[in-house]
T-cell receptor, first 113, second 117 residues
Framework: KAGVTQTPRYLIKTRGQQVTLSCSPI?????VSWYQQTPGQGLQFLFE???????NKGNFPGRFSGRQFSNSRSEMNVSTLELGDSALYLC????????????FGNGTRLTVT | AQSVTQLGSHVSVSEGALVLLRCNYS??????LFWYVQYPNQGLQLLLK??????LVKGINGFEAEFKKSETSFHLTKPSAHMSDAAEYFC???????????????FGTGTRLTIIP
């Protein structure tokens, strides 16, 4: 079974621009979550989608948004980029059953200059 | 609110020695607990999970962890370290009572494991 696929692997953007990251979950997984990883703040939960609905949201500004499509693929968007948005963005999918673990992709490394 | 504390941001052990990475959690109810490993420029890989079956959980690559409710701990161990174990390790907790499973994880700050040849 193919794992979680995130594209692109690397992105360089300028302050003020916007960016869209993509995530394809493991086949059969209906839940997709997004995490931001930085050296200073560690791993922080952004949001989680299940059947095209956002079920959980972390403590991030409204510039961070996401969506999920009917095939469970997900995208996240960051508008008006700031230098502090530079991070590794990780997508994870799961079966969304009690005790089922998250399976992570290799992430998208975003650099904002 | 749940939280996870990983004692020791950096741990160094000699090849062949015991690996012990510490994790303490805070949760008002028995949680789901996980250990993940991250290699450079990669995502997180699940090592093992505790979901209320056996308190001693065996994972991949020879790792295991023991859930101790009285100590609110879930320490990760491996009897004999290998050079390939060098990586960053994260402990994570999830709310067992969530209606939506355990998709929202709270992670510790991580422990970077260095193996000395």
């Amino acid at each position: 079974k193919a794992g979680v696929t995130q594209t692109p692997r690397y992105l360089i953007k300028t302050r003020g621009q916007q960016v869209t990251l993509s995530c394809s979950p493991i086949s059969g997984h209906r839940s997709v979550s997004w995490y931001q990883q930085t050296p200073g703040q560690g791993l922080q939960f952004l949001f989680e989608y299940f059947s095209e609905t956002q079920r959980n949201k972390g403590n991030f500004p409204g510039r961070f948004s996401g969506r999920q499509f009917s095939n469970s693929r997900s995208e996240m968007n960051v508008s008006t980029l700031e230098l502090g948005d530079s991070a590794l963005y990780l997508c994870a999918s799961s079966l969304a059953q009690g005790g089922s673990p998250l399976h992570f992709g290799n992430g998208t490394r975003l650099t904002v200059t | 609110a749940q939280s996870v504390t990983q004692l020791g941001s950096h741990v160094s052990v000699s090849e062949g020695a015991l690996v012990l990475l510490r994790c303490n959690y805070s949760s008002s109810v028995p949680p789901y607990l996980f250990w993940y490993v991250q290699y450079p420029n990669q995502g997180l890989q699940l090592l093992l999970k505790y979901t209320s079956a056996a308190t001693l959980v065996k994972g991949i690559n020879g790792f295991e962890a023991e859930f101790k409710k009285s100590e609110t701990s879930f320490h990760l161990t491996k009897p004999s370290a290998h050079m390939s174990d060098a990586a960053e390790y994260f402990c994570a907790v999830s709310d067992r009572l969530s209606n939506f499973g355990n998709e929202k994880l709270t992670f510790g700050t991580g422990t970077r494991l260095t193996i000395i040849p």
